[in-house]
């Protein structure tokens, strides 16, 4: 049985969905302004294998993820590129595409833009205006009474109280709370704005959330994920409007992946500490960057270092090295393989886990390859194949993975083209007992990062 760690309750839950085998799952997806940074690419692979697993259980998984593609950043990098809203948001959301699909990450099934849903937060606002929860400000925006909210805080576990006594002085005569947040912001002149009953104006971030996944999912749904800063005050607001203004439990299981460190320190756009997805992939092959992300379990931190990258890679390259040389014949996975892989990820995606059975089973295979038929080895790869499939790995052809090497590798090194026609003349020049000439070829080969490995059917290659 499934058991997911629930951020609302502090513990690891059964698995129940609402509806089976139906399941629901939203996740805050990106605010689409810049590059997505290694950080992003955590919470989305980590989303990406939750929907992979499920799926693989038999469960008709319906995945949302938002784009939020109106938004005070989104506004500010516009004017200061001078260039319209609409363009950036496109070139931005092109580029995210772009990496997902190199980190061979699944599309969600639906992608709702905030812009897509401003009908429906107009209705969720004036509902929580008319049921007394939500106020209009002298200022003209529309704001949520924190204080009208009885569980305020129940996800984050923190003290309503607390909050007001730690929050900033600020001179801002139309909260009537510290805590209070904008539904609805009256537009500024210049400023991208849509009508509403309060005058134009644009929706506040945590609003658009509770609208586009009751919009998608129904009023009460499974699985909400996001990042770990999400946890308060984002998920924190959008459960305090979306209760208050449908009178539902809104979400059954809350998930929060960890943060991508460096340093020791949170790596964000912020704190101007962070590498983009595609700064990575110009040194890093994407798998051994996806292998990186699941090698901890998606709840704890990770430290973003070279060193834990090349770790990654040698993993990789120890299973690729089993699989080398079998056949890809479609089958089902060994039962025995199956059970101890599905024991690990029922523990709450415990993926660090799951990746040690495939490494087991590499071991495994080398041993068959070493003593017995080649035809032993089959149902193990195919076991190692149809389970990597599931974490999103491991489905490249071994020889194609030792020949494409480091991105940076390729990029510096010789074409495939060039190695096999220098392979061929150390060949010859073996053939003719050339030492000294066989040695020359190897040694050049070996500069461009090109290792050689001689066996008894002959001279294969890869890339360091």
């Excluded at 690891?12 to 940074?37: A, S």
């Excluded at 537009?187 to 929706?203: I, L, Q, T």
């Excluded at 599931?390 to 940076?408: C, M, S």
Aim: net charge negative.
């Amino acid at each position: 049985m499934l058991k997911i760690h629930n951020s609302l309750t502090g513990t690891k839950e059964e698995f129940r969905p609402l509806n089976p085998p139906h399941v629901g799952m939203y996740v805050c997806g990106i605010t689409v302004y810049d590059y997505c940074h290694i950080g992003h690419a955590r919470m989305l692979v980590a989303f990406d294998v939750v929907a992979r697993y499920l799926r693989s259980l038999g469960y008709e998984l319906t995945y949302v993820r938002n784009i939020t593609d109106i938004d005070d950043k989104i506004i500010r990098r516009a004017a200061e590129n001078g260039e319209p809203i609409d363009a950036l948001t496109a070139r931005f959301i092109a580029a995210m595409d772009e990496d997902c699909a190199a980190l061979n990450m699944l599309k969600p099934d639906r992608e709702p833009r905030a812009t897509q849903h401003l009908d429906g937060i107009v209705r969720m606002v004036e509902q929580l205006v008319k049921k007394g929860y939500a106020y209009v400000a002298d200022n003209g925006d529309v704001l949520y009474a924190v204080r009208r909210f009885e569980g305020y805080g129940k996800l984050s576990g923190k003290d309503v109280d607390d909050l007001r006594a730690g929050a900033r002085v600020e001179v801002d005569e139309s909260k009537r709370d510290p805590l209070d947040f904008v539904l609805w912001k009256k537009a500024k002149p210049g400023e991208p704005a849509w009508d509403s009953p309060w005058g134009p104006g644009r929706p506040g971030w945590h609003i658009e959330c509770s609208v586009m996944s009751t919009a998608e999912l129904g009023e009460y749904f499974d699985l909400h994920g996001g990042g770990l800063d999400l946890k308060f005050p984002h998920h924190e607001n959008e459960i305090a409007q979306t209760c208050a203004a449908l009178d539902t439990p809104f979400v059954k299981t809350w998930m929060h992946n960890g943060f991508v460190r460096m340093d020791d320190e949170k790596m964000s756009k912020s704190l101007g500490n962070f590498f983009t997805i595609r700064e990575v992939l110009k040194v890093h092959d994407p798998e051994v960057v996806r292998y990186f992300l699941i090698a901890s379990q998606y709840r704890g931190p990770i430290n973003y270092t070279n060193d834990n990258l090349v770790q990654a890679r040698a993993a990789l390259d120890r299973i690729y090295t089993a699989l080398r040389g079998v056949p890809v014949v479609p089958g089902e996975p060994q039962p025995d393989a199956l059970a101890r892989f599905r024991e690990a990820m029922d523990d709450d995606f415990n993926t660090p886990e799951a990746l040690a059975v495939l490494q087991s089973l590499a071991r495994e295979l080398n041993a068959v390859k070493a003593r017995g038929p080649a035809a032993d080895a089959i149902p193990i790869a195919t076991t190692i194949r149809q389970l990597g499939s599931v974490l999103g790995i491991l489905q490249t052809d071994p020889e194609a993975w030792f020949k494409r090497g480091g991105a940076k590798t390729q990029a510096a090194g010789l074409s495939d083209a060039r190695i096999e026609t220098l392979i061929a003349a150390r060949n010859a020049a073996r053939a003719a007992k050339n030492w000294k000439e066989s040695d020359r070829l190897r040694d050049e080969l070996a500069a461009a990062g090109v290792i050689l490995e001689d066996g008894a059917s002959g001279t294969t290659w890869r890339r360091k």
